[in-house]
């Protein structure tokens, strides 16, 4: 039995929670991770997630700002490092090695490993097929059919109709919506098993966030998707299972992980409850 | 309680297409005498340069009169007996080959080196180390042109004799690496590179201003797919900032260009056209006008005052396109 | 499987992603052999001295991580041999400004005697034994000149600042463009136009007025552009207040957006007068050049640092070149001493 485990140490709350999504449909977890806490300075921002990302499903992580969530996502390929004051604890499996052992090289983990960004950021200086086949490019990866590539990718992320005709076009001539597909098949394009996606609708319209969500349903058969969302809607749409995170005034932590139609319809935990339903955040 | 809430006139007095009404500030007499004499104030610097175009041209009307053009390609120098003005014959034409032979040397050094610096400063070293560096770089930028000029000709100027021999010796066959005679001092290549070291600081601080707004969440993109710090430079950083380095190495350029008293100290001033930069033939005009200053009449002063506003106008344009290089990057920061 | 309960106190903040001692020490010993086999080529091939042992160390650096980057994935290799470069670019540019520092201060402390600063050059030449003479007039003339040069300058470097940031006038772009573009005039033409105009027309003779007005045009840039800065950092809603007060633009400007930046105004003041502050090529055609200690700036020439370092070392005895790296240990001190001064009054205002 896979067991999640929280745990807080604040005064109002002093028995450990437990959380177990996995024990109802028996998966292998493609990412896990292990008593992690994140600081930037002195300033303790996260603290003690422990969670687990089972294969070919989505995850989203719920909660309101400033809870650590984008931190958190960022500390599972290794991009929190590059904010100079950054601090970690803790470790992050990937098939059952920490990424953070002596001597990993980070490179080579954020290949398998893709992010998607808040805002679209398509390489200006390149045309949407570079844009795609960028990764293979500064990885110096070898691929034998760039064309197969770029429409494998393209269709995966749902814009390979609209755009087929104009692959020469630059990457910035497209609508956002299209910008942000154009970002998934550019993370697509090197293989990832896992892709992080840090709010990627929160600056488009309505519509092409409809789009993502269905790229995202599509794309979740074959791979693990973990995704930061403000809109809870959007995380009872897309996620198969939920972990939300909370800061009442001190580091972020993880109150409660589920499958995402428990916390959304029986949560364990109060406070997610009220989440949920509006009544904060 | 109101009746009513749309008001009677809504419906219908008003068109769908309304006319915009112009705001317009109406200021007070004390914020017109304000505005009035700070906007006056504002155009000195207009001011100043139609002047100093103006009086330049003013004193050296006579000396393009008599040369026209011939004052621009002529490389004879020579004020004649003083009194009769048919003695005299003046053109400035070695001068600036010899300005632009020595900037370019400068900018070509510079330019590799102040990159690196700036990237440096901008990617490499630690936090604390760059607020420190960054000092030191403001504070090298105001070393004056003088000391460089004495450090270059007390102390530069044995390796820069010795490196000219060597590298005649080894490259002599290359016909800018030629010299007639084996007198390696006081080269257009020595004064190149001590204004190359004059000009690295401005154009870094040009180049760092725009490196450091490369957009973050493009670097964070390059890093998300494998790339290594340099892929970020290749592919972000150097693109985003190519028309900054451009213009700080342009400004770089217009400083070299209008150099005087370092130039004075380190290059043997010569009336020739010269190629040969390890030579110790070369000049420039701002040196040439500091050189002939001292001993010039009347008619030979008028002379250097036309080489000066020729040499004004060179820089002017430099610089103005410079400005406008760099204004264009600042320009598409969102 | 079940993750044990770790109370906070017993979590470090770790950095995981920092080198390693192994790794460390491996850098270190790639440039030690850097090192080694630079002296090795200094012995074999014609490269001498500290010079040419540095040659040697960068070309071995560059060969060496060359041949490593085969051992390597090719994105860790260019990305090292990147490294090396942009870090020997950096180390390079400040040898030679570190040489100057060094050589003024070496060559330049011989010519310090106790009368060095208060005696000036009446009686004294150049070429005379280095416990006569001195640059006391070299001093005055050159702050006498600065100060007057501050005066005209500062008020008209502000009021430019003033006219881009809090009127927004029509020409606002235009006078910041040609700002720009003045800063880029060569000095020896600002020297040219002030001889042309106040020099012959009307002081008649070299001045210290004069010397200060050229010198105040080629600062003018310097205070602009960095008043404008200053000016530009003062945030909005100040000035929104102050409006809502029912204050004019002028009571606005004068009584609140001023008073805040005065620190920077003082700073941006100070580096322009730092920038001009060794100024030659104009004060050989302006203020000339006089060995006597004197405060009549209106007429007749008058000593400045620049100048009394460039006529010593003209002069060419062994004595006159150390009396001109004397001048130049002064000149930098001062120059030094603005700018230190500028930076702390400014460190409050002006972040990064």
């Not at chain 1, 494998?152 to 692959?167: F, M, N, Q, S, Y």
């Not at chain 2, 749309?6 to 769908?16: K, L, Q, R």
């Not at chain 2, 005009?285 to 036309?306: D, P």
């Amino acid at each position: 039995m896979i067991t999640m485990l929280t745990n807080n140490t604040s005064a109002v709350e002093t028995t450990p929670q437990q959380a177990s999504p996995a024990s109802e449909v028996e998966q292998t977890s493609a990412m896990e991770t292990r008593g992690i806490h994140a600081w930037f300075g002195k300033n303790h921002v996260l603290r003690n997630v422990s969670l687990q990302f089972p294969s070919n499903s989505v995850t989203g992580l719920i909660g309101p700002s400033g809870c650590g969530k984008s931190t958190f996502l960022r500390l599972l390929n290794r991009m929190h490092e590059f904010i100079p004051t950054a601090a970690m604890a803790g470790e992050v499996f990937l098939d059952g090695q920490d990424i953070y052992r002596p001597g990993a090289a980070a490179a080579e983990l954020r290949l398998r490993v893709g992010m998607v960004f808040q805002k679209p950021n398509p390489f200006p200086s390149m045309t949407i097929q570079q844009n795609v086949l960028a990764g293979p490019t500064l990885s110096k990866t070898k691929v034998a059919n760039k064309k197969d590539l770029v429409e494998d990718c393209l269709t995966r992320a749902g814009l390979w109709k609209e755009v087929k005709d104009r692959l020469d076009a630059y990457g910035s001539s497209l609508s956002g919506g299209q910008q942000q597909r154009l970002c998934i098949a550019r993370a697509l394009a090197v293989r990832p098993d896992v892709l992080l996606m840090d709010e990627p609708c929160s600056a488009l319209d309505p519509g092409s966030t409809l789009r993502i969500e269905e790229t995202i349903h599509e794309l979740s058969e074959s791979m693990t998707i973990v995704i930061v969302t403000h809109n809870m809607q959007q995380a009872a749409r897309v996620s198969d299972y939920c972990a939300f995170f909370l800061s009442e005034d001190g580091p972020g932590h993880l109150v409660e992980a589920d499958l995402t139609k428990v916390i959304f319809s029986n949560p364990s935990d109060q406070r997610t409850a009220d989440y949920v339903q509006g009544r904060f955040g | 309680m109101p009746t009513q809430l749309v008001s009677d006139a809504s419906p219908d007095t008003f068109p769908d297409n309304p006319v915009g009404r112009v705001i317009a500030t109406e200021y007070g007499p004390s914020d017109k005498v304000f505005r009035g004499v700070i906007t006056g104030g504002a155009m000195m610097s207009l001011v100043i340069l139609a002047l100093i175009a103006g009086f330049l041209l003013f004193r050296g009307l006579e000396i393009f009169r008599d040369f026209g053009f011939g004052f621009i390609t002529s490389v004879r120098w020579d004020a004649g007996d003083g009194i009769d003005k048919a003695t005299a014959s003046f053109g400035i034409g070695a001068m600036l080959v010899g300005s632009v032979v020595t900037a370019v040397i400068a900018l070509l050094i510079a330019t590799p080196f102040a990159m690196g610096t700036a990237l440096f400063l901008e990617f490499y070293c630690p936090s604390w180390l760059r607020i420190f560096l960054t000092s030191v770089l403001d504070l090298v930028a105001a070393i004056p042109s003088v000391i460089y000029g004495v450090w270059g000709y007390a102390i530069f100027m044995q390796y820069g004799t010795s490196w000219g021999r060597a590298i005649n010796e080894h490259l002599g066959w290359f016909p800018l690496f030629h010299v007639p005679s084996p007198n390696f001092g006081r080269s257009p290549f020595i004064a190149g590179m001590v204004l190359a070291l004059m000009i690295v600081p401005i154009t870094t601080s040009v180049a760092r201003a725009v490196y450091s707004q490369a957009p973050r969440d493009q670097i964070d993109a390059v890093y998300a797919l494998g790339g290594s710090r340099w892929s970020g430079i290749r592919h972000i950083v150097l693109p985003f900032g190519r028309s900054g380095l451009i213009g700080g190495a342009m400004l770089g350029l217009g400083r070299a260009l209008g150099e005087t008293v370092a130039v004075y100290l380190v290059l043997n001033l010569v009336f020739r056209i010269n190629f040969q930069i390890l030579a110790s033939v070369g000049g420039n005009v701002a040196s040439l006008i500091a050189n002939r200053f001292g001993e010039a009449g009347e008619y030979e002063l008028k002379a250097l005052m036309a080489a000066g506003l020729v040499l004004f106008l060179v820089t002017l344009l430099v610089n103005f396109a410079a400005t406008a290089i760099v204004g264009r990057t600042r320009g598409t920061e969102s | 499987m079940t993750t044990t309960f770790v109370p906070d106190k017993l979590v470090k903040p770790a950095r995981p992603w920092r080198r390693t001692h192994r790794s460390i020490l491996a850098m270190l010993g790639f440039i030690a052999i850097a090192g080694l086999s630079s002296t090795g080529i200094v012995a074999v091939t014609g490269l001498a001295g500290p010079l040419g042992w540095y040659v040697g160390f960068v070309f071995s650096l560059a060969v060496f991580g060359f041949l490593g980057s085969f051992f390597r994935d090719r994105v860790v290799a260019v990305d090292l041999f990147a490294t090396v470069l942009i870090c020997t670019a950096f180390m390079t540019v400040l040898i030679p400004w570190v040489s100057i520092f060094y050589s003024v201060i070496k060559r330049g402390a011989p010519a310090f005697y106790k009368g060095y600063l208060t005696t000036d050059m009446l009686v004294t030449s150049s070429g005379e034994a280095l416990n006569l003479g001195g640059l006391s007039h070299a001093i005055v003339g050159t702050l006498l000149m600065l100060a007057i040069a501050a005066l005209i300058c500062i008020p008209l470097g502000i009021i430019a600042a003033i006219y881009i940031v809090e009127i927004k006038g029509r020409f606002a772009g235009a006078v910041r463009f040609l700002t720009q573009a003045m800063s880029g005039v060569p000095s020896i033409v600002a020297g040219l136009f002030i001889y042309s105009t106040l020099v012959i027309l009307v002081f008649h003779s070299f001045s210290g007025i004069a010397g200060a007005c050229a010198l105040a045009i080629l600062m003018l840039p310097t205070v602009t552009r960095t008043a404008e800065e200053v000016l530009k950092l003062v945030p909005d809603h100040l000035r929104a207040a102050s409006y809502a007060l029912g204050a004019s633009q002028a009571q606005t400007t004068f009584r609140v957006v001023l008073p805040s930046v005065r620190s920077g105004l003082i700073t941006a003041s100070v580096l322009g007068l730092a920038r001009v502050a060794g100024e030659t090529a104009p004060l050989l055609l302006t203020s000339g050049y006089f060995i006597k200690l004197t405060t009549n700036v209106g007429n007749g020439a008058i000593g400045s640092l620049p100048t009394y370092i460039f006529s010593t070392l003209g002069a060419g005895t062994q004595e006159s070149v150390t009396r001109a790296w004397g001048g130049a240990c002064v000149l930098l001190a001062l120059i030094l001493i603005l700018f230190i001064g500028a930076r702390s009054l400014g460190g409050r205002n002006k972040g990064r």
